[in-house]
């Protein structure tokens, strides 16, 4: 298995895309930190995917001291690093009328400031053992709804990030970091929002 032995920590991995990232991580041999600000949702997680192969984290990752908490927690309880994958994110409805700044700062602060924490906190392990980051984007960073606008320019701040980091980690450290840019996707939470909106199963 190729990720025997190595431990992911995957944000937002409640539910959704990230619950499928954990899943696939331990199917690959990984134990896997399941960091979710739900705690009923990464309880399930938990359940689900087998408790000796999870560690459990619940809390916002945007409280102060959070992303360096999350990370020592992992290095405590598995004893090492080897994968990030960014994948929390505030999915949100914005245009240019309704995006004032203080929501845009908002998402920015989920979207964008977390991810790069987090890999400021999670680099000494990642360095140790060349480990990888991998930061999950949107095919929104680059084409923009207009009404993901705040989302929107988030992810595409987070392109730039990927980019910039992955020149200089992987020449400086050989750290690789890398974004993968779904489409829409059916997940739980999207099914809910599209309920909202009146739509029919």
């Known amino acids: 298995m190729r990720l025997d032995g190595k431990t992911i920590i995957v944000t937002g991995s409640g539910t959704g895309i990230g619950k499928a990232i954990a899943k696939l991580c331990i199917d690959e041999g990984a134990h896997v930190v399941i960091s979710d600000k739900d705690e009923k949702l990464a309880a399930e997680t938990v359940e689900e995917l087998g408790k000796e192969k999870t560690i459990t984290h619940v809390r916002d990752l945007t409280d102060e001291g959070c992303p360096t908490d999350l990370i020592a927690l992992a290095k405590e309880r598995s004893g090492r690093i080897d994968g990030l994958v ?20 908002k998402v920015l602060d989920v979207n964008l400031v977390t991810p790069l924490a987090l890999i400021q906190a999670a680099l000494p392990e990642l360095k140790r053992n060349k480990g990888s980051v991998v930061n999950i984007g949107s095919v929104n960073a680059h084409c923009g709804e207009p009404t993901l606008l705040a989302y929107s320019a988030s992810k595409g701040g987070l392109s730039t990030l990927t980019r910039n980091l992955g020149d200089s980690l992987m020449q400086e450290h050989g750290v690789r970091v890398n974004q993968v840019n779904p489409g829409w996707v059916l997940t739980e939470n999207e099914a ?4 909202d909106h009146g739509l029919k199963d």
């Open 86 to 105: 960014n994948n929390a994110a505030f999915v949100t409805w914005s245009d240019i009328e309704s995006t004032k700044p203080d929501y845009f700062k």
């Open 192 to 195: 809910a929002r599209k309920r």
